[in-house]
């Protein structure tokens, strides 16, 4: 079943996406080559709490930590550890906070430093597939048609999107109907009504789709070790057209994909 958020709903959505923003922002001047992912889950549950919000991931079907960093090969649901950021590393990071009762969802994936060009086009292309979904949320329009020009964006890029994860409603739950797949067929699907709210992320691998999952039973890892990038973001379609709650002007205009080595 899919819930269409009143106007008041969405306000709350709009403060819990904005606090989450900056969740984000303070994380990117934090984080630094050589620090471990324990280090960046612990910062970002302090930075959690200090915007009076809950994370939304921890315990979450028994997931153990706060916030997801993937790296490299990693997918998505990468769990923090003592292993340590070198430069070059891709890190992917994905973060759910709860505020108010609902929940904010985003992801980005940044480079330690100096990153392949490979690495860049990768990361390029998989924040701009996002875009191109969203370009689809028209009233009107069916789910199957913003998957269906992800998958080609990405696809005409020469990458291929991860078939075994989709992107979600959201709003009291993170995960709500309707599933949002990046690949599809136009024309399919559930349509898209005023005041739903959808987390749209791109999951994009280098290589094949294909994936395992590690023996710590979250872990997803390209089968051919090949890197991936994740981003995504809370968008909620308003009478006006969609409205990106976790986006910002850095991210959409003048985008750093780089961490600071100092
Ligand atoms: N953004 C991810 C998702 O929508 C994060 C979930 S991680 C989990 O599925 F640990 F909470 F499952
Ligand atoms: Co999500």
């Given at each position: 079943m899919i819930s269409l958020k009143s106007k008041r709903e969405i306000e709350i959505m709009r403060e819990a996406a904005q606090r989450l923003k900056i969740v984000f922002e303070e994380l990117k001047r934090f984080i630094k080559p050589a620090m471990t992912t324990l280090e960046i889950d612990a910062k970002a549950e302090r930075l959690i709490q200090a915007q009076k919000a809950k994370p939304a991931?921890?315990?979450?079907?028994?997931?153990?930590?706060c916030i997801c960093t993937s790296m490299n090969e990693e997918v998505v649901h990468g769990i923090p550890s003592k292993r340590r950021l070198n430069e070059g590393d891709l890190l992917s990071l994905d973060i759910g906070l709860i505020y108010e009762g609902y929940v904010s969802d985003a992801a980005r994936t940044w480079s330690i430093g100096q990153a392949s060009e490979e690495a860049l086009e990768l990361m390029e292309v998989t924040r701009r597939a996002l875009y191109v979904g969203m370009s689809q949320?028209?009233?009107?329009?069916?789910?199957g048609d913003l998957s269906h020009k992800i998958q080609d964006y990405v696809e005409s890029h020469g990458f291929s999107v991860i078939r075994d994860f989709v992107g979600h409603g959201i709003g009291r739950?993170?995960?709500?109907?309707?599933q949002v797949p990046n690949f599809g067929k136009p024309g399919h699907g559930p349509k898209l009504e005023a005041g739903l709210v959808l987390a749209i992320e791109p999951m994009v691998a280098a290589g094949s789709w294909e994936v395992d999952i590690l023996d710590d039973a979250w872990t997803v890892v390209t089968r051919d070790r090949q890197l991936a990038a994740h981003y995504e973001d809370t968008i909620v379609l308003t009478e006006h057209g969609p409205e990106n709650?976790?986006?910002s002007q850095e991210c959409e205009?003048?985008?750093?994909?780089q961490v600071s080595m100092v």
């Open positions: 991931f921890k315990g979450y079907r028994g997931y153990p930590a949320m028209k009233l009107g329009a069916r789910i739950a993170m995960h709500e109907d309707p709650l976790t986006g205009e003048n985008v750093n994909y």
